[in-house]
């Protein structure tokens, strides 16, 4: 017995020293990333210098069941931009989302060569504002969110396809400030876009106008999650051209290299994650020179869940997209042109980001029961609660840092200092809840069958 | 426990509280970044109140006497100064007082100090205001930073010293080009067009005629920001002599730009190009400066394996006959090839809706300069 708690102290000890590790490297990397990323900003000016050289964009917004989001959506795609068209894929709506963009924009009809270079649910018909020349709307069966926006490429005019979903709220420079990436290097395939949780702030007619914190601590909870996920999650990773995720709700794709790997898959719950490392794996292995970047300033607002029920099925669905993900593309791990995506980042993904829910929650049980069986000393008992807390405020209180040396879009000294507070009080139950749906998701996933409890069943892939 | 576990447990401890010590005093620092920051909100809102007015009224035939600018005010007085002159590029009237003011406020020399300072961020400033106030003195420094495998800052400085002296700046810019292909083509593209046509046309063809051969598909596309007289004699010369396959779509897509119709016997035979991609530049730029007889050069395209020649054809069809449906269904009705009718009416239609010409449409999406502008 004694042998076996002191082999696990050993291991839970020497797995809490490489995760935080990682953490602190990533930390390093993303001060650097963010600090190059405002000093380019502040003095290149680059929105309204590249105005004349921004690459035309197709922006594909998969909607099902929107017609309560939609205009606003397309309201927010008003963007100070030279030349752009959008395309709402209406996936089988069972909703009046087509009768509303039809009343909206008079759509009509239109004669399109549709090109099936994507295999998609049947397309029912093209439509073709005669209010907006710029819209067009794909009427089609419904596939799932990755299916619609595989029809929606099929009929994208220009070159670079951004995806948009239905319920964010895009500022008026969003599109300019995604795109630049781009224009400083050819060989990117993939850029994406900071989410922001819009809970809280105020928008007028569908356009952001102020940050704001949300009232309810569920949501606030979230807003330190995000300002962790991407200030230094995705920002660390980004400079050694290693993340793994581009959100859903706004990236932008090179139309032809997302056709060549295959576009979105239907048969995950994790189809912008997934994407992204089939780009990695495929393109490392083609050995083509490539970049997936990430542009760290806040462009694109969405809702997050305000209910406990809602944010659960969103973490376990996070959690199987993440482990459908990573299966599905298990080619990449340590393969011999993988560079940091295929050495790193998806090693450290399976043992901390897919495991990590289950070895985290069998530390405290380790300690608990060790505790409880007087194995393990109460000193041990707080050394352990205090360095596992004590780290968790850590990283948050360091993407408040990050926040305040770039953006700092929560104006008022308050927020701050509401925000430091989250980042402490999450640390008490909301981690370890999270860390618990987490698991669950492992679990479901590892014995299937978990789509149908979700209420967003696995789609079968178009023949 | 064993020794090894307790001595473990002992900086555990330490280390607990040292993660403590460590998060307040991030979090004290947060809270100062904040103060500080404010504060120097205020500063500068007052600043700004103060001397936008005055930096604006350049027409004003009798200017007020300026304020003075306490030391510590300079660097924000720096910042509006070039947020503001950056907004009135197109008065002559203000440009010129806010060099005046850059003069008595002495803000010329802080920029000319910052070009030595360790931070980034300061030297790009320093580079910024020195080219807007077309300041000569820091003429070789500039160039020297021009040279640095720094990329931004690099960048910064060609944009400077081209703003400084365009005439003297066209080959030392050029060749810069040639020896920075990391550099953002959009934005070289706006320094070139800045430099103008004039002067930098004859550099950069030599440039170009000189280049290793793998460093010309970069280049090429600057092209089409020089003089028709040079641009289209060397993309002819190119073409001419043996080439690799990668620079023909881009002197394509520069012979499409000037529109010369001498060019479109080189044209058609591009239209049988085994690179889907030649095929597609050579149709949009035969539908561009061909004749209404080129569209039966085109009908074949229509049925191509590949949309997007088939689409350029499309389009090429569609704008040589505008105006004319009839010949257009006329041109249908020949076609036994579905996706070759398909495409024709969807070319048909989007001629029929509003804003739907198309023909800036391009299939990789890489920048192609001079486009839209």
Redesign the interface.
């Known amino acids: 017995m004694m042998a076996f708690f002191l082999a696990a102290q050993w291991f839970f000890l020497l797995y809490f020293l490489a995760l935080n590790g990682v953490y602190a490297m990533l930390i390093f990397r993303a001060l650097g990333g963010v600090a190059r990323y405002m000093q380019s900003r502040d003095v290149a000016g680059l929105p309204h210098l590249l105005g004349g050289f921004a690459p035309p964009v197709s922006i594909v917004i998969p909607a099902r069941n929107e017609e309560a989001n939609i205009l606003r959506t397309l309201h927010s795609l008003q963007q100070h931009y030279p030349e752009y068209e959008i395309v709402v894929v209406n996936d089988g709506s069972t909703d009046r989302t087509l009768e509303v963009l039809t009343a909206a924009y008079s759509l009509e009809p239109f004669p399109e060569a549709y090109r099936a270079r994507l295999k998609t649910r049947p397309v029912r018909a093209i439509y073709q504002s005669t209010v907006d020349p710029r819209l067009r709307v794909i009427d089609k069966e419904h596939g799932g969110r990755g299916d619609a926006v595989n029809a929606g490429v099929n009929i994208a005019h220009y070159p670079w396809v951004c995806r948009v979903d239905a319920d964010s709220i895009l500022q008026r420079d969003s599109l300019m400030l995604i795109v630049e990436p781009l224009l400083e290097d050819p060989t990117v395939v993939a850029s994406g876009g900071t989410i922001r949780v819009a809970n809280g702030c105020r928008s007028q007619d569908g356009l952001f106008v102020e940050a704001d914190l949300p009232k309810r601590p569920l949501v606030l909870f979230q807003v330190v999650e995000y300002l962790r996920a991407f200030l230094y999650g995705r920002m660390g990773w980004s400079p050694m051209n290693a993340h793994l995720i581009i959100s859903g709700a706004f990236g932008i794709y090179h139309k032809e290299t997302f056709v060549a790997v295959g576009g979105y898959r239907c048969d995950t719950v994790g189809e912008d994650m997934e994407l992204i490392v089939r780009l990695h794996r495929t393109l490392s292995a083609q050995r083509k020179s490539y970049r997936i970047t990430f542009v760290p300033e806040p462009i694109c607002w969405s809702t997050v869940p305000d209910d406990i029920g809602t944010l659960r099925r969103q973490r376990i669905r996070w959690q199987v997209g993440l482990a459908e993900s990573l299966a599905m593309n298990r080619g990449l791990m340590f393969h011999k042109e993988g560079s940091f995506a295929g050495w790193f980042a998806y090693p450290f993904t399976v043992f901390f980001e897919w495991l990590g829910p289950v070895v985290e929650t069998c530390g405290y049980l380790f300690v608990i029961a060790g505790f409880a069986l007087g194995i393990v000393s109460l000193s041990v008992f707080i050394t352990f609660m205090l360095l596992a807390v004590g780290f968790g405020i850590l990283l948050s209180t360091c993407a408040l840092l990050l926040e305040e040396i770039s953006f700092h879009i929560y104006k008022r000294p308050r927020h701050v200092l509401m925000l430091f507070g989250i980042a402490v009080l999450e640390n008490f139950g909301y981690r370890q809840l999270n860390t618990l749906w987490r698991m669950a998701a492992v679990f479901q996933h590892l014995h299937r069958g978990v789509r149908a409890r979700l209420g967003r069943r696995k789609q079968e892939c178009p023949a | ?2 020794p090894d ?1 307790v001595s ?2 002992v900086v ?2 330490w ?3 040292g ?2 010590v ?2 307040l005093l ?2 004290t ?3 100062c ?3 500080v ?2 504060m120097r909100e205020r500063r500068y809102r007052n600043l700004s109140a103060r001397w936008t007015p005055i930096l604006l009224e350049g027409g004003a035939s009798s200017p007020r006497p300026l304020p003075s600018v306490a030391p510590g005010e300079r660097f924000l007085l720096l910042i509006l100064w070039n947020t503001l002159r ?1 907004r009135s590029e197109q008065d002559a009237g203000i440009c010129h007082w806010m060099g005046r003011v850059a003069a008595v406020t002495q803000i010329d020399r802080l920029a000319r100090r910052l070009l030595r300072r360790r931070s ?2 300061k030297q ?2 320093g ?2 205001t020195l080219g807007q106030l077309r300041d000569r003195l820091e003429w070789p420094g500039l160039c020297q930073i021009a040279q640095s495998g720094h990329p ?1 800052l690099s960048l ?1 400085a060609t944009q400077a010293i081209a703003r400084i002296d365009p005439a003297q700046a066209a080959g030392t810019v050029v060749s810069l080009i040639v020896t920075h292909l990391n550099w ?4 070289v ?2 320094i070139l067009e800045d430099i103008g046509p004039e002067r930098v046309s004859e550099p950069l063809a030599r440039c170009l005629l000189q280049a290793p051969e793998s460093h010309r598909p970069a280049l090429i596309p600057f092209l089409a920001v020089c003089n028709y007289s040079t641009a289209l004699p060397t993309v002819r010369q190119i073409l001419r002599e043996p080439h690799l396959d990668e620079v023909i779509a881009p002197c394509l897509h520069v012979i499409g730009k000037f529109g010369d119709r001498q060019d479109l016997p080189l044209l058609y035979r591009y239209l049988t190009h085994p690179r889907w991609h030649v095929r597609t530049v050579a149709a949009g730029c035969v539908g561009k400066m061909g004749r209404r007889s080129d569209q039966e050069r085109l009908v074949p395209l229509l049925a191509d394996p590949h ?1 997007w020649v ?2 350029r054809a499309a389009q090429a069809i569609v704008g040589l006959s505008p105006q004319d449906d009839q010949r257009l269904r006329d041109i249908q009705s020949t076609l036994d090839d579905r ?1 070759a009718r ?2 024709l ?2 070319a048909i ?1 989007e001629g029929l ?4 010409s ?1 023909t ?8 192609r ?1 001079g486009a ?2």
């Open positions: 426990m064993s576990f473990i447990l555990a401890r280390g607990s509280v993660l403590m460590i998060v991030m979090m620092y947060i809270l970044l904040r103060a920051l404010l950056e980034v961020r790009l400033l580079l910024v931004l910064a953002p083509a959009a934005k593209a706006g949309w088939r689409y996706y398909d495409i009416t969807q239609a809706a509003p804003g739907q198309g800036h449409l391009s299939p990789t999406g890489r920048m300069i839209g502008r």
